[in-house]
């Protein structure tokens, strides 16, 4: 076929014998999110550019390499969103939820866009659910949001995976820790790689997720960890949401040299990484960022929150045969033998789908033999032949597909005999 247009590098289709899968997923969480009474937001797919610029952080990667950004009509610069997190508070601040209650629990599910290397379970298009909680500066918010990503992962039946939690302190804290961490550093900066070496100045935490063996060997050697700088009253958290976790019986590791890669971060953080899926291992990532509602415009709003992808979890859950080999079965499949009958046959198909069964039916006017063939592709449970002798003695055969025994039952008691 000449001129054959084919998908934009970084995206997929989402095929219909692979969406069951999805839909299975995606109906799971929404059960999770209302036990935890989380209520749904949607927002838009594009946004204001400066909202991502002011809340992701100007020199993180996202911001300077990733964000597909135009101009519209009216020379305002607007981006597809990267993340979902600053879509939410943005929302939250114009909509005053501030005013309606005290405390917000809110999750999301939708698409975003980042223009990275594509590569396993990282596309330029892809999926992210996640959950917030506005209005509580205190630990059990936190444990209340590690709780619900840990018990959607368990919930789901992923086994290989772990917990990481670490601090980063608060804001005024973790700048002095960041000078501290630029001057024990900065003797080794030249030997840095270049990616590195221009974070250094811009956005020197970022140092903690070089993968280069040589930034790695310099961070074990030299790099003091901020853990070892809290306050005490940073430290007293810490210790509390670890005791909170220890109550729950939630089982987590402590890594002190993780740090996140959005600006917005303070204080409590943590990953879900699984160990199906290689170097890019976070299931889920998240924490808290009490500044984020003030730094774009709102009241001071103490808040926590994850994100987490879908291509990665449906990698994982596919390593670990978590899904059915097949897609939803189909109730009944009908047989239209000839013109004369096509009318009164497509009634009975309207009446048994008004019932609540899933029916389909042969367009394409093929042979019985042909149309059996389909009923047994679509994994439909029955099948009927409707012919003008049915018509006339008002009865049909329903054949079970699987036994190929059949039973005959008057027209008007199709959907009783589906019912039963």
């Given amino acids: 076929m000449k001129n054959k247009i084919k998908s934009v590098k970084g995206t997929y289709d989402l095929l219909p014998s692979e969406i069951y899968k999805w839909q299975e997923v995606e109906n799971k969480l929404r059960s999770i999110f209302s036990l935890y009474n989380f209520l749904e937001i949607r927002t838009p797919i594009f946004e204001k550019s400066k909202l991502f610029s002011r809340s992701v952080g100007e020199f993180t990667d996202i911001v300077n390499?990733?964000?597909?950004?135009?101009?519209?009509?009216?020379?305002?610069?607007?981006?597809?969103?990267?993340?979902?997190?600053?879509?939410?508070?943005?929302?939250?601040?114009?909509?005053?939820?501030?005013?309606?209650?005290?405390?917000?629990?809110?999750?999301?599910?939708?698409?975003?866009?980042?223009?990275?290397?594509?590569?396993?379970?990282?596309?330029?298009?892809?999926?992210?659910?996640?959950?917030?909680?506005?209005g509580s500066a205190y630990p059990e918010s936190d444990v209340e949001l590690i709780d619900l990503a840990y018990t959607i992962y368990t919930k789901l039946g992923l086994k290989n995976w772990t917990l990481y939690i670490n601090t980063l302190g608060k804001k005024e804290n973790r700048n002095k820790y960041i000078e501290i961490l630029k001057e024990s550093l900065f003797p080794y900066k030249d030997k840095m790689c270049a990616n590195c070496k221009n974070r250094f100045d811009k956005n020197i935490l970022r140092l903690f997720d070089c993968k280069n063996s040589n930034c790695k060997k310099i961070m074990n050697e030299y790099a003091p960890l901020i853990i070892d700088h809290l306050s005490n009253d940073e430290k007293?958290?810490?210790?509390?949401?670890?005791?909170?976790?220890?109550?729950?019986?939630?089982?987590?590791?402590?890594?002190?040299?993780?740090?996140?890669?959005?600006?917005y971060y303070t204080n409590m953080i943590f990953e879900i990484r699984s160990e199906n899926l290689g170097s890019?291992?976070?299931?889920?990532?998240?924490?808290?960022?009490?500044?984020?509602?003030?730094?774009?415009?709102?009241?001071?709003?103490?808040?926590?929150?994850?994100?987490?992808?879908?291509?990665?979890?449906?990698?994982a859950m596919e390593k670990e045969n978590l899904f059915k080999n097949e897609s939803e079965e189909l109730d009944i499949y009908i047989a239209i033998m000839n013109k004369n009958v096509r009318n009164k046959a497509m009634q009975i198909v309207k009446e048994i789908r008004n019932n609540g069964h899933s029916v389909d039916m042969d367009l394409q006017r093929r042979s019985v033999k042909a149309m059996m063939r389909e009923a047994n592709k679509k994994r439909a449970k029955y099948s009927i032949v409707i012919g003008e002798n049915e018509l006339q003695s008002g009865e049909v055969n329903i054949k079970t597909m699987e036994s190929g025994k059949a039973k005959t039952v008057k027209i008007d008691k199709i959907n009783d005999f589906l019912s039963v």
């Fill in 65 to 134: 390499k990733e964000m597909y950004s135009f101009l519209d009509k009216g020379k305002e610069s607007l981006t597809l969103r990267p993340e979902l997190t600053a879509s939410v508070v943005r929302s939250y601040i114009e909509h005053n939820f501030q005013q309606i209650s005290s405390i917000h629990k809110i999750w999301y599910y939708g698409p975003l866009f980042r223009q990275e290397k594509p590569q396993a379970g990282r596309y330029r298009q892809f999926y992210q659910f996640g959950s917030e909680i506005f």
């Fill in 236 to 263: 007293d958290y810490f210790e509390e949401v670890k005791s909170l976790l220890d109550q729950l019986n939630i089982n987590y590791e402590i890594d002190p040299t993780m740090v996140r890669g959005l600006d």
């Fill in 280 to 315: 890019q291992d976070a299931l889920c990532g998240g924490g808290r960022y009490n500044n984020l509602v003030e730094d774009l415009g709102g009241k001071f709003t103490p808040a926590v929150g994850f994100a987490a992808g879908m291509e990665r979890l449906m990698i």
